[in-house]
């Protein structure tokens, strides 16, 4: 099934123009020539965004860095994978994930499904392989949410250069740095 969803999302890759396209429910031609055809208007889940502020007189100012082309970076990714798993299930959305860190396929563990969310990002910066920060998702899950919780979910993010993943940029996503 995994290798499936791989096909069918090789490649693809969604960003502001995209988002707006699945709401429309319009055949999207993407950045490397991939097309995705996005799902029947109504069943849209548009994942907004926004750049959160980091807490007052936290002792980690200085972790609070955005850098504007990591920040596009994980914007493009989050609000790609987090619609995909909503609309598409998390099967599909477990190709936007780092292959390194995936653990057990998605129909072996038996994930919620996502209804809605949303992304805050506090802090984006580049690293050696690609770019980390921290973020806040917001998720509506429906049925056992497992690590996950129904709401505020605070993450550490990183995003790996990875050929072959939707966006070309690989995503974990721990409760640490």
């Known amino acids: ?11 693809s890759l969604v960003g502001f ?3 707006v396209g699945s709401a429309a429910g319009i055949r999207l031609i993407l950045g490397n020539g991939a097309s995705h055809t996005a799902p029947p208007a109504g069943t849209t889940c548009a994942i907004p965004f926004t750049l ?13 860095a955005r850098d504007p ?6 914007t493009r990714q989050l609000v790609a994978y987090l619609p995909t798993w909503c609309t598409e299930g ?7 994930l780092d292959p390194q860190w995936r653990g057990d396929p998605p129909e072996v563990v038996g994930y919620p499904r996502l209804t809605s969310g949303a992304v805050e990002i506090f802090a984006m910066t ?6 980390a920060g921290f973020v806040n998702l ?11 919780n129904d709401g505020v979910n605070s993450r550490f993010v990183m995003l790996r250069k990875v050929a072959g993943v939707p966006g070309d940029y690989a995503i974990t996503l721990n409760t640490g740095p």
Not at 52 to 64: E, H, N
Not at 69 to 74: E, G, L, T
Not at 90 to 96: E, L, R, S
């Open 52 to 64: 959160a502020t980091p807490p007052s007189g936290s002792p980690t100012d200085q972790a609070y």
């Open 69 to 74: 082309a990591a920040v596009a970076v994980a």
């Open 90 to 96: 998390v099967t599909a959305a477990f190709d936007y």
């Open 126 to 131: 580049p690293t050696a392989e690609g770019y």
């Open 138 to 148: 917001t998720l509506h899950l429906s049925g056992d949410p497992l690590a996950w």
């Open 1 to 11: 099934m995994v290798d499936r969803a791989r096909v069918r999302l090789a490649g």
């Open 17 to 19: 123009g995209a988002l």
